[in-house]
């Protein structure tokens, strides 16, 4: 496996674990805009989008953005809304 093979496997799951905290938020939890955000959000780590704003804007974003981005959003997940305050315990 070449190493942007992994790299591209590795942002598509980060991007579908963001992608998930979103619906859960949004389906269970007690802040619904905070899911969309994180669904829109989870968009950023697809390398097809990446490439889409690389080539319309010129612009690209840098990976370490993403991974401080993916930390603060698991940082939030983790620590803010229902789901982290124990009012569903069946999905942690």
């Known amino acids: 496996m070449s190493k942007k093979t992994l790299l ?3 942002s598509w799951a980060v991007g579908f674990v963001i992608f998930i905290i979103g619906v859960l938020n949004i389906l269970r939890g007690n802040d619904p805009y905070l899911g969309i955000a994180f669904m829109l959000v989870s968009f950023l780590y697809v390398p097809t989008t ?3 704003i690389k080539n319309k804007f010129g612009i690209s974003i840098h990976y370490l953005l993403k ?3 993916a930390v603060f959003l698991l940082w939030i997940a ?3 809304g229902a789901i982290a305050e124990g009012f569903y315990p069946e999905i942690i």
């Open 50 to 52: 990446n490439h889409f």
């Open 78 to 80: 983790l620590s803010v």
């Open 67 to 69: 991974i401080i981005l």
């Open 8 to 10: 591209n496997s590795i």
